[in-house]
């Protein structure tokens, strides 16, 4: 990760101390990064400039941000905090609850137009032009963000306002409630289930563990594939929907059933923190590979 020729290049260290302070401190930009490590000697030493040094360009994140993608740098600090806490025993290796929530992309809604059709006419404020697309139906099948091609509209419920958003995913441990993992995938309807079922393979180790999760995993397909991981789905009950429950009282009439129902809701507090102190609410990274770096950053934050 470090230049082979050229001016000598920035630790990456210094780097991911760096945005490790953007994260706890809810500093909402890089550029006002800069300035507060500036003139704040606390910020100094944790990131470990003197007193006398200059301060990097804003930029300096933006063309170093590729060669930490490639060393998958979020994931590794991840995985690392994660094994830190489990030898101290702070996690539990049996017991999960998984969630995903909708992360609302750096792209407005104008920007989602047909992926093929005629060629529109010059707009009126190439700033900020008029679109009108009352009663156009669009999908994601026959419309893209021409900002942000990755991000999908998508909305969180019925009667919830559609938005072009990512589909941020999180599996936590039931003890203290850790983040073990966390995936990023398109917002396209079964991004949950299909994200939940890749996290629960990479439990290390062979014995029968549980997962804990809402209505949304309550479906047959989802409860046959957790079951050949040897993942005892503790997913809430769904009887509104058709054929009823993927699961029954052979689940249910256990306490562990119980104890993982009051669990799970934990999850929601890991979300709360990346969306309002690590401000995720509204990502400000385009394109699905960036999203999920920062995501997984932002995971390792909240777990210290």
């Not at 690392?80 to 025993?89: H, I, L, P, T």
């Not at 539990?92 to 059709?117: C, I, M, N, P, Y």
Request: aromatic content about 8%.
């Amino acid at each position: 990760m470090y230049a082979s020729a050229g001016r000598p290049s920035i630790p990456p260290e210094k780097l991911l101390r760096a945005q490790l302070l953007q994260m706890l401190y809810s500093i909402r930009s890089e550029r006002l990064l800069m300035e507060e490590i500036d003139y704040s000697m606390l910020f100094r030493w944790f990131v470990g400039l003197n007193l006398d040094e200059e301060v990097w360009d804003a930029t300096t994140f933006t063309k170093n941000r590729d060669r930490l993608l490639e060393a998958e740098v979020a994931k590794e600090f991840l995985a690392q905090v994660v094994a830190q806490a489990r030898r101290k025993g702070l996690t539990s290796d049996e017991h999960f609850t998984v969630d995903g929530t909708l992360l609302e992309a750096w792209a407005g809604v104008k920007s989602f137009q047909r992926k093929e059709g005629k060629i529109p006419s010059p707009p009126d404020d190439p700033g900020n032009p008029t679109v009108n697309f009352h009663g156009e139906k669009r999908s994601n099948q026959t419309h893209e963000s021409k900002t942000d091609p990755d991000a999908k509209l998508a909305r969180k419920g019925r009667g919830k306002e559609a938005k072009l958003s990512y589909c941020g995913n999180l599996l936590v441990e039931n003890r203290n409630g850790l983040i073990v993992n966390s995936e990023v995938f398109e917002a396209n309807g079964t991004a949950e289930r299909d994200a939940a079922l890749v996290m629960l393979e990479k439990i290390p180790g062979t014995k029968p563990v549980t997962a804990g999760g809402d209505k949304g995993y309550d479906t047959f397909d989802f409860v046959v594939e957790c079951r050949n991981l040897q993942v005892t789905p503790h997913v809430a009950q769904n009887h509104e929907r058709r054929g009823g429950s993927a699961i029954d009282e052979r689940t249910t009439r256990h306490q562990g059933y119980r104890i993982s129902q009051i669990k799970r809701k934990r999850v929601e507090e890991c979300f709360g923190w990346l969306k309002t102190i690590a401000l995720l609410r509204k990502v400000r990274h385009r394109g699905i590979v960036k999203v999920d770096w920062v995501f997984s950053f932002a995971c390792a934050a909240y777990n210290l």
